[in-house]
């Protein structure tokens, strides 16, 4: 069993608001495969979308693999992922570029106020996003190869919330 396993929904109402549905699922990563996932997954979409007034536009297979060897056990003192960092690269096909945006940036790698792309860690994450490594290789979100750095800049993202939520129970 590969744990946790999510299958999530996307919605979206007449308003634009987003919101997901949950759920959290299991099965023998010995016999299932991929497409039986998203299989799975499609197929308890069709059963979530008729209980929502809202659309349902995606469904999502997420597995999670808890604690990433090597990272930190706690955050550093003073981070904050509203400051992020967009890389930018070229993609095959396209005059448009691809971007992967890095949260809570952080602050030693900023040199003059720009990241410092002499960085180990920087240049470890550049050469990974445009040196396909198979049978995994980085693409855009329209399913392009990354070809070449482009550029990064420092950014500050608020994470606001879409709506103040208000709820209420009728019976």
């Keep these: 069993m590969a744990d946790p396993t999510i299958f999530s929904a996307s919605f979206v109402d007449d308003a634009g608001v987003r919101a997901t549905a949950l759920d ?7 016999l299932t495969t991929v497409n039986d996932l998203l299989d799975a997954a499609l197929a308890w979409g069709t059963l979530v979308d008729p209980l929502s007034d809202a659309q349902c536009t995606s469904v999502t297979v997420s597995i999670t693999q808890t604690g990433v060897p090597g990272a930190k056990s706690a955050p550093v003192a003073d981070s904050t992922v509203e400051r992020t960092a967009l890389f930018s690269f070229h993609q095959a ?3 448009h570029i691809s971007s992967t945006d890095i949260p809570g940036f952080a602050n030693s790698i900023i040199t003059n106020g720009r990241v410092d792309l002499t960085n180990s860690a920087v240049i ?3 050469n990974y996003m445009q040196n396909a490594t198979q049978p995994f290789a980085p693409q855009s979100v329209a399913g392009r190869a990354i070809l070449a750095f482009m550029h990064v800049v420092l950014s500050f993202r608020k994470r606001r919330k879409q709506r103040i939520k208000t709820s209420f129970e009728t019976t």
Aim: aromatic share 24%.
């Design 24 to 30: 959290y699922v299991s099965y023998d990563g010995a």
């Design 93 to 95: 096909g396209s005059v």
């Design 124 to 126: 470890a994450f550049i």
